[in-house]
């Protein structure tokens, strides 16, 4: 990990200092566990409005950043760093199925497959007014981040996966398989394992489908970081100071009382106030608490699954696909041969020529059990077959497996399968006595990108600092705050009421209709005589 | 626990005799991991085939049974037993939505209902060519149990939930509510949170949907213990003897190299040449396994989820509702006053006059995160308003709610959702190294039932005896562990190359006709010289 080796405030060694002693007993105002950007952006917002406030950010690993981390890799100039977690997040050219140009930011389509695509964006029948169409996109601004439950139809959009949306909704093959490349790189899974509500709530966050995969101003891939995006949280944690952020620092445990709360590492216990817990929630899940959290937390944490996500870097003497007039973008669709999805040109601010890759979903789960030899020859050979003979003379290949990060297991993001928002939802935000709840899968701004990460660190802060320090909170502050938890998602006994109703019905109507009339006819078909005294009978009725 | 006042071979006091030396280190042959039924019959079946192999079942808790779990209760008589965990598994009336009588083992309906239900039954669209209907008996005879995906149509099956199809194939809203109730009375989860072709498979593996619910011969609910279910248990691990079965000892690790396998508890190492892990999959996840298990084992044991499901047993001095002509068979819908979805009459053999109820899936959901007083009270309150005043003059209340169980987390099963079995299934049972896969969970017959857990155990060794100590197999069944081995699911590879195809180019065909005869007719309509023009043109290329 040549990241490690680059010093900075935060490296393990500085870390000895502060806790060589084993089972110590200390005392602090606020414990944040994970120094993530989202946690140590919680710890930053903390000092910066009550700079008395002892905070402490644990992070088990041997480095900050989270799911970001920057690496020096050997290149054309010596040496130059990438970014092998969060970088802008790429889903830029995912709508491209072969190698082509393109300046829109959205690829040229065969005729049939936009049709089919414009289909796909605008035409959404509104389940309990089917003569009535949403646009897609006017759907997502409909779902309400902040508690998806209560946008229309809620129940049965939860109750689909994407998949089973797309089955119902487009007409191509193709199309389909290009959403599948969308979801899979954006989330490292395939359609079939997202819930449809969830997806509308992730785009909504982002403020809509369009901006997910858009690289047009206030779109996902909008920015870069030049150096690395491991650098925001390197700066943040120097701010906060070496004693507030202790790295190799796993937190085993955390139980509380009415009074405090107790942190317990393998080597210390730390008493505080307050906790926020900002590690990915599966992670957070194999913390002890005591006493448990509540049952639905549990099962929230422990099921939220994670993708399947490689990223790879492959560094060149010359970037020889420019020379060619290729951008460096291919969409590859799966394949036995080919491991990646998606590749694009990712030559460093200084000139180093570079190429990123990601191998994920079905790809990733596919590829990652094989040597990872055979996987980097794979890849390479790929590469020769799309971009030339070139692409085997590289410098130097690197690839990172976030599900085999320790204290991580996986990238990028954790998602919500059918039926989760819709039981478990409440226990996302919701603060369990002393324990807040951040990171970036808790957001309701670009939750599951680094914003995400910041904004719900400095959400939680203000959460914390209603409670612990009130004074310091103006009381517009304290009224937002007080909103945001009182804004608990409906109750489920909303569920139940909620089933059932008009769908079932009209289409039970439709279906009535239908046989009645083909029944009728048969009838009148065979025996005219019959029908009309029947008729003569209803009307009769009637009339009465 | 009363249970454990009872006495018996397997007690903890037994143990501590054996284990109170810390950090032994110890030798055997084959180390099963869990005391529950499918564990002691995998130990049973490697002793009875070879008797000199050292067998040594370790049990987190401090008593075998797993999710059976027989208590004596105060009740008419001083004292009787009743099961809290797998009883028969009670799904015989729940297709009834109130109180009534009936002699059948499927309730009656309302002729619209009936209709819809038939139809669900029956019709079933095969995706691939929507002329040609299935009735879902024969769908669920056309999975292969042991590789689901062989099924036709596995992948979209598999990417919808039981919900979904349950929106495209039923009428009224109230079989949807009868149909509700059933998997929440099953898997203690609602239709949305489980994979369509899952719940295929789980009921192929009983026979068909029809079994799991009826009680007629042959289905689920045919029989019961006379004593209870936790029986079985205690009586194979008496057979096993004192020295072979050892309680209070969780697995920690499980560590494996190319000679053999280390399985540490928290005061002993056990070193063998082959491990059974039969607990279910989420405690599985929670061993440590050096080197790391194939990341979709992993995965798959992680986020299989658990249902919600509370069995609460009531005591009475007299059957009451039988003196008013009731059979003690309730089905109540979701409301916040009445926290059961169904109850039975569970008089003791010995005539001991009880009722047993199952608050489950969205129904626990609501009620398991309040006071247990309130929960009992509302029992109480809804028992009255159901059966009578007498209701409320019960002897004895005693619920147990499985996901508070240490060492367990949840009740009846973990079940897979839409993806699961696309992307996991090959890890369900296949070996990793010298480590072996039983439990419910993973059996091919009765999945999720007592059944289940024994077949699966008896499976996992012979696959065991195959590898340390084939002499003792016949040549057939050395071929069946073989072959039951060698028939892994298919590769992923297989997934990329059957999406898309038929069915979306069918549903394109139909639209773009649609669109054509609908865009025709307009214009004929307004322009009826245009179309004229039009068609003549169209009709010279086709001549051409």
């Not at 439950?149 to 199309?175: N, R």
């Not at 449809?196 to 858009?214: D, Q, R």
């Not at 040109?345 to 570079?354: I, L, R």
């Amino acid at each position: 990990m040549s990241e490690e080796q680059q010093g900075g405030v935060c490296d393990v060694s500085d870390v000895s200092e502060v806790c060589d002693v084993s089972d110590v007993s200390e005392v602090c105002d606020v414990v944040v566990v994970g120094g993530g950007l989202s946690g140590l952006c919680a710890a930053r917002r903390l000092k910066e409005r009550n700079e008395k406030l002892r905070v402490l950010v644990l992070e088990a690993k041997g480095r900050v950043g989270g799911r970001t981390l920057t690496l020096s890799l050997p290149a054309s100039n010596g040496h130059d760093s990438w970014d092998m977690g969060g970088q802008w997040f790429t889903t830029r050219a995912v709508l491209n199925a072969k190698i082509s140009t393109y300046t829109s930011s959205i690829p040229s389509f065969s005729p049939l497959v936009l049709l089919d695509f414009i289909n796909f964006l605008w035409r959404y029948k509104h389940l309990h007014s089917p003569s009535f169409t949403l646009n897609i996109e006017r759907l997502c601004k409909s779902v309400c981040v902040e508690n998806p439950m209560e946008t229309p139809d809620a129940l049965q959009l939860d109750s689909m996966t994407v998949q089973s949306y797309m089955d119902q909704h487009i007409w191509t093959a193709q199309l389909t398989e290009e959403l599948k490349l969308c979801t899979r790189s954006l989330f490292g899974l395939e359609p079939s394992q997202l819930s449809f509500l969830y997806f509308l709530m992730y785009s909504a966050a982002a403020g809509g489908v369009m901006k997910l995969l858009e690289t047009t101003p206030g779109s996902a891939q909008e920015f870069k970081v030049k150096g690395g995006t491991q650098q925001l949280s390197k700066r943040v944690a120097e701010q906060l100071g070496k004693g507030n952020v202790r790295l190799g620092s796993a937190v085993m445990a955390i139980w509380q009382n009415e009074e405090s709360v107790q942190v317990k590492t393998g080597t210390s216990t730390i008493t505080c106030k307050a906790v926020i817990v900002t590690c990915p929630p599966h992670m957070a899940a194999q913390i002890e608490y005591r006493p448990a959290l509540p049952l639905k937390r549990q099962r929230l944490a422990q099921w939220m699954p994670v993708g399947h996500m490689t990223k790879f870097i492959i560094t060149y003497p010359t970037a020889f696909w420019k020379q060619k007039g290729f951008s460096g973008e291919i969409v590859a669709h799966p394949s036995p041969s080919c491991p990646f999805g998606v590749t694009f040109d990712a030559s460093s601010p200084s000139g180093s020529p570079a190429l990123v890759g990601f191998i994920a979903g079905v790809q990733d789960c596919y590829w990652n059990s094989r040597e990872s030899e055979d996987r980097r020859d794979a890849v390479v050979s790929s590469l020769v077959k799309y971009l030339g003979p070139e692409a085997a003379s590289y410098i130097h290949y690197e690839e990172k497996d976030w599900a085999k990060e320790e204290y991580n297991g996986g990238c990028p993001v954790n998602v919500m399968v059918p039926g989760m928002l819709t039981f478990y939802l409440p226990s996302l935000r919701t603060p369990c006595g002393r324990i807040y709840w951040a990171g970036t899968e808790t957001a309701t701004r670009w939750c599951g990108y680094l914003s995400g990460a910041v904004q719900s660190g400095q959400r939680a802060a203000l959460e914390v600092l209603a409670d612990v320090s009130p004074d310091v909170l103006s009381e517009s502050e304290l009224q937002e705050v007080r909103a945001g938890l009182l804004r608990t998602p409906s109750d489920l006994s909303r569920v139940w009421e909620l089933t059932g109703g008009s769908a079932s019905f009209s289409r039970f109507l439709i279906g009535l209709t239908v046989m009645a009339v083909s029944v009728g006819g048969a009838v009148f078909l065979l025996k005219p005589g019959l029908c009309s005294n029947c008729l003569s009978h209803v009307l009769a009725v009637i009339q009465k």
